[in-house]
C-alpha cells in the first residue's frame, strides 16, 4: 500500500514510519533539512508546504496513494496559523484526497474533539479545538473511507501497547486528571488502523489502559 503522512517529520509520524514495513510510505515535510531523519525512519521524504498549497496542487502530491494520515499541527500559539493548518490546509487534503482517488484516510484529532467540544472562547485551546472539529466534520461528509484517531493528553512514555477506549465521538468525553497516552501508542494505534478497513467511520477516543492495541482494533 502507498501511504502519503502529512507532517511527517511530527512526534508520532516519526515512530510511526519504522511500524509501516511492507507499506510504500511517503512522508510529507515542509522542511528539507528534515529528509534524512525521515529517510533513516523508514519513510520516503516529500517536500511540500500543505500550509500553502492549493487543493489542485494537493491532487496532484496525493495522485497514487491508496491512504493518507493527517498528523500534522501548527502547534497552537498562533491562533491565524492554527486555523491556516489544522482546518484549512486539513480540510483541503481531504478534498484533494477524493480528487486523486486515495480512498482511505486516517485523521489524527484529540480526544473530546466534536463540536460542541465546550471549550471557552477565552481559553487558548478554543480556536483548535473550533479547527479540529470542523476539520473532523469535513472529513464525516465526505466521501472518503476515515477513521479519526481521538487520543488524550500526550506523553513522550515509552509504548506500553496497551490503550483504553473512552469514546467513539457521539459523548461528552473528558480525559480523566493525570491519564496520558505515549506517542509510542498512537503510532501503533495509527498502524494498527492502515489495515483494519473495518474501522471505516469510526471514531476512537482513548488513553494508555490494560487492553491490547491489536484487540482495540478488532473490536472498537
Do not use: C
Request: no cysteine.
Amino acid at each position: 500500500m502507498r501511504i502519503a503522512i502529512v507532517g511527517g517529520h511530527g512526534k508520532i509520524a516519526m515512530l510511526l514510519h519504522p511500524l509501516l514495513g511492507g507499506h510504500d510510505v511517503g512522508a510529507v515535510i515542509r522542511n528539507p533539512d528534515q529528509s534524512q531523519d525521515v529517510t533513516e525512519a523508514g519513510a520516503t521524504p516529500v517536500v511540500a508546504d500543505v500550509g500553502s498549497m492549493d487543493t489542485d496542487e494537493m491532487t496532484t502530491l496525493l495522485e497514487g496513494y491508496d491512504l493518507v494520515i493527517w498528523s500534522a499541527g501548527a502547534g497552537g500559539g498562533d491562533p491565524e496559523r492554527t486555523v491556516a493548518v489544522d482546518r484549512d490546509a486539513a480540510i483541503r487534503t481531504m478534498d484533494a484526497a477524493e480528487r486523486a482517488g486515495v480512498g482511505r484516510y486516517l485523521m489524527v484529532s484529540y480526544l473530546g474533539a466534536r463540536e460542541d467540544h465546550g471549550v471557552p472562547e477565552d481559553n487558548a485551546f478554543f480556536t483548535y479545538a473550533e479547527s479540529k472539529a470542523a476539520a473532523d466534520a469535513h472529513l464525516r461528509a465526505s466521501g472518503l473511507d476515515w477513521t479519526i484517531i481521538a487520543p488524550g493528553a500526550l506523553s513522550l512514555d515509552e509504548p506500553t501497547g496497551r490503550i483504553e477506549v473512552l469514546g467513539d465521538g457521539t459523548g461528552d468525553v473528558q480525559t480523566p486528571e493525570g491519564r496520558q497516552v505515549s506517542r509510542a501508542d498512537v503510532a501503533a494505534v495509527l498502524a494498527a488502523a492502515v489495515d483494519r478497513t473495518d474501522l471505516s467511520g469510526r471514531m476512537i477516543e482513548f488513553l494508555n489502559g490494560d487492553t491490547p492495541i491489536d484487540a482495540v482494533a478488532r473490536t472498537a
